[in-house]
């Protein structure tokens, strides 16, 4: 069983930064690939990063390219997602999540095994 933690998520004015950290504990950290999502009111939840932990691999979506920066410390379990230039539009609860099969990097949520309960993000104009 593998247990993810979010945190690090609060109120930050547009332009603003945040960072956020996703705990991992209960197995094997090394081998998986890590993905953050977001969901705002009413929409689907998307994948924003990803880092594949074994080589350090990562993926953004365009929106996030240039902005967010997925990384990880496989020493402490932890996964991070630093967030600059914040805009309203990133408002969501951000969810980390693992995919615990050693290949590419996933965009779908049903490719990833476990979640974390979410940090909410708000973003104020």
């Known amino acids: 069983q593998v247990q993810l933690a979010e945190s690090g998520g609060g109120l930050v004015q547009a332009g603003g930064s945040l960072r956020l950290s996703c705990a991992v504990s209960?197995?094997?950290?090394?081998?998986?690939?890590m993905g953050w999502f977001r969901q705002a009111p009413g929409k689907e939840r998307e994948f924003v990063a990803g880092?594949?932990?074994?080589?350090?691999?990562?993926y953004y979506t365009d929106r996030a390219k240039g902005r967010f920066t997925i990384s990880r410390d496989n020493p402490e379990n932890t996964v991070y997602l630093q967030m600059n230039s914040l805009k309203p539009d990133d408002t969501a609860v951000y969810y980390c999540?693992?995919?615990?099969?050693?290949?590419?990097?996933?965009?779908?949520?049903?490719?990833?095994?476990?979640w974390g309960r979410g940090t909410q993000v708000t973003v104020s104009s």
């Open positions: 999540a693992a995919d615990t099969w050693m290949g590419g990097i996933a965009t779908t949520s049903s490719d990833y095994d476990y």
């Open positions: 209960g197995r094997s950290f090394r081998n998986y690939v």
């Open positions: 880092i594949r932990l074994g080589d350090g691999a990562t």
